[in-house]
């Protein structure tokens, strides 16, 4: 079985009681809903990668963000055909909007990568949701 380690940045975005949330369109995670952030590109600063992906998949920028936790998962997957252990690690941030974000405006739609679009779920809404591991525990935390 192939292994395969992935790290990450992504980003609890809440909002008048609500999560932004990220439909998965490919990967590990296909179909479910997940943080939205990724890979950080070669020399990237973790914080600047957040802020690009966030920008990528929702629009949002003006955002603060701070760091939470780091945490890492481990699961089985079949990749172009084959089964793979993937270990993946997050870098797990807080982001608070700023006067300038528009919450209201955020990319609905695929973004032709990773994203089939986004939205935003409130707490009784996102139980009835199947979530990434990061996102379940960032929104666990949050709540407890």
Do not use: C
């Not at 439909?23 to 179909?31: D, E, F, I, L, S």
């Not at 690009?52 to 760091?67: K, N």
């Amino acid at each position: 079985m192939n292994r395969h380690t992935h790290i990450g940045v992504y980003g609890l975005v809440a909002w008048e009681g609500q999560f932004l949330l990220i439909h998965k369109a490919r990967g590990a995670y296909q179909g479910q809903w997940d943080l939205p952030g990724g890979r950080l590109e070669f020399g990237e600063q973790p914080e600047t990668a957040l802020h690009r992906e966030i920008e990528e998949e929702t629009g949002l920028t003006h955002l603060q963000v701070m760091i939470r936790s780091a945490e890492s998962t481990v699961l089985e997957w079949v990749y172009q055909g084959e089964p793979e252990e993937l270990h993946h690690i997050g870098m797990l941030y807080d982001v608070v909007l700023t006067a300038a974000s528009q919450p209201d405006h955020i990319k609905k739609e695929p973004d032709g990568e990773d994203s089939l679009g986004g939205d935003w779920f409130t707490l009784e809404q996102v139980r009835d949701l199947s979530l990434t591991p990061f996102a379940e525990y960032m929104i666990s935390k949050s709540t407890s």
